[in-house]
Structures are given as structure tokens and as C-alpha cells.
């Protein structure tokens, strides 16, 4: 297994110039990158300026907080494939999960409709100021409506990800694919991590990564 294929670059600063979001994708282009996200905003240029690679293009919905209603998750969704989007990363509040689960329910049935008609979408929560048995009932409700790809954090810190890394593996189940987001990871770290129960990670810089590097399967 090659790190580029666990690997999802995240280029969603809002607060990004054009010519810098240009210059990072073309410097993509000659990269083994299996995939990126991108704001929705950036969503068509990505398409345009990678277009000659096999670099799969997803954006964000409802992100950073997953807030929204149901209804403006949907449209959101709908709007983003209609852009061309390979895969799209929902967001969905803690809360949600917690105390409203016949909300997560009926979110649930939508996006696997919405998923059926158009394509892959991946559930993603912000799990760093959680307490732990949140965390674990988070998990086990994700595992109880059958969500199969779960994304924890934003540039967590490499301990805080390891963590969460075993709880999640542990009270969600093998079923659910599991990606941490750090900022960055070294591929030594990366082997730690998929030890823990990780199958792929989301980063914000390619620095101090070999995408070429071998590592072991378990």
C-alpha cells in the first residue's frame, strides 16, 4: 500500500488567494495523488486545472459546523454534483448524533438517496473538543445507522488523533472506513496511525511525505 493512496489533500482555507489555490493544484499535476478537497466555491476551477490527471475532486457540505438543516444539506449536495464533484465530505454536528437521533435518522435516509442518485458521500465530524464517552457514543451510532466512511477532526495533533483513532476502530466497527484530518504526518506516523485503526488520512500540506513510500498492511 502506497501513501498516495491513503491520502486526501484538504485545501479548504476560505481565505486562500486564487493565484496560490492555482499554484498548489498545478504543482499537483505530476504528484501520485489519489484525491483532494476543495472548497465548493474552488470546486469548477479545481476541476479545470486538473483535468488531465486522475486526481479525484470532492468539496465540503455544510462545513465547518454541519449546522444546517436537512433541506439546505440536500440542495447543497444536489448543487455540489451538479459541479462535477467526484465525492462529497458532509458535515454533521455532534449534536445531531447525541441528543437528536431521530434528526441523524432521517438525515441518514435522505443521504443514502441522495448518495443512490448521484454518488459517494462521506459523513465527517469534528471530534477535538469532544469528551471521550461522546466519542464513543458518536461512534456507536454512526455504526447503528450504518454510515460505511467517517471523518474525524481538522488538523488534530498527532496523539489526539491516535486516540481517536482506537476508540472509533474500536466502538464503530471494521464497516466504517475511517479517515483522520491532521495538518500534517510523516509516513512513519501514517504506519502508527493505521496500527490504531485508521484507513486514510486528510492533510493540509504534503510536506514531510513521500508519496511513493511502501507501507506494511495489516
Given at each position: 500500500?502506497?501513501?498516495?493512496?491513503?491520502?486526501?489533500?484538504?485545501?479548504?482555507?476560505?481565505?486562500?488567494?486564487?493565484?496560490?489555490?492555482?499554484?498548489?493544484?498545478?504543482?499537483?499535476?505530476?504528484?501520485?495523488?489519489?484525491?483532494?478537497?476543495?472548497?465548493?466555491?474552488?470546486?469548477?476551477?479545481?476541476?479545470?486545472?486538473?483535468?488531465?490527471?486522475?486526481?479525484?475532486?470532492?468539496?465540503?457540505?455544510?462545513?465547518?459546523?454541519?449546522?444546517?438543516?436537512?433541506?439546505?444539506?440536500?440542495?447543497?449536495?444536489?448543487?455540489?454534483?451538479?459541479?462535477?464533484?467526484?465525492?462529497?465530505?458532509?458535515?454533521?454536528?455532534?449534536?445531531?448524533?447525541?441528543?437528536?437521533?431521530?434528526?441523524?435518522?432521517?438525515?441518514?435516509?435522505?443521504?443514502?438517496?441522495?448518495?443512490?442518485?448521484?454518488?459517494?458521500?462521506?459523513?465527517?465530524?469534528?471530534?477535538?473538543?469532544?469528551?471521550?464517552?461522546?466519542?464513543?457514543?458518536?461512534a456507536q451510532?454512526?455504526?447503528?445507522?450504518?454510515?460505511?466512511?467517517?471523518?474525524?477532526?481538522?488538523?488534530?495533533?498527532?496523539?489526539?488523533?491516535?486516540?481517536?483513532?482506537?476508540?472509533?476502530?474500536?466502538?464503530?466497527?471494521?464497516?466504517?472506513?475511517?479517515?483522520?484530518?491532521?495538518?500534517?504526518?510523516?509516513?512513519?506516523?501514517?504506519?502508527?496511525?493505521?496500527?490504531?485503526?485508521?484507513?486514510?488520512?486528510?492533510v493540509l500540506?504534503?510536506?514531510?511525505?513521500?508519496?511513493?513510500?511502501?507501507?506494511?498492511e495489516f
Amino acid at each position: 500500500m502506497k501513501v498516495s493512496e491513503i491520502i486526501s489533500l484538504r485545501l479548504v482555507d476560505p481565505t486562500i488567494t486564487d493565484w496560490d489555490f492555482k499554484d498548489q493544484l498545478l504543482s499537483l499535476q505530476n504528484k501520485p495523488l489519489k484525491e483532494i478537497v476543495v472548497l465548493p466555491n474552488h470546486l469548477e476551477r479545481a476541476k479545470q486545472l486538473l483535468a488531465k490527471t486522475s486526481i479525484e475532486i470532492g468539496t465540503v457540505i455544510d462545513y465547518p459546523l454541519g449546522n444546517g438543516t436537512i433541506a439546505k444539506k440536500a440542495f447543497e449536495v444536489g448543487k455540489a454534483f451538479q459541479s462535477g464533484a467526484d465525492f462529497l465530505e458532509i458535515t454533521v454536528s455532534p449534536t445531531m448524533l447525541i441528543q437528536q437521533s431521530a434528526k441523524a435518522k432521517e438525515l441518514n435516509k435522505t443521504l443514502q438517496s441522495l448518495a443512490m442518485a448521484w454518488g459517494e458521500i462521506r459523513l465527517r465530524i469534528d471530534s477535538r473538543n469532544l469528551k471521550e464517552l461522546q466519542k464513543i457514543e458518536i461512534a456507536q451510532q454512526i455504526k447503528e445507522l450504518g454510515w460505511h466512511h467517517l471523518i474525524l477532526g481538522e488538523g488534530d495533533s498527532f496523539d489526539n488523533a491516535k486516540h481517536d483513532a482506537t476508540i472509533f476502530d474500536y466502538d464503530a466497527g471494521k464497516t466504517v472506513k475511517l479517515q483522520i484530518n491532521l495538518t500534517s504526518v510523516t509516513s512513519e506516523q501514517l504506519q502508527e496511525l493505521i496500527l490504531s485503526g485508521a484507513d486514510s488520512f486528510g492533510v493540509l500540506t504534503l510536506a514531510n511525505l513521500d508519496l511513493t513510500a511502501e507501507l506494511r498492511e495489516f
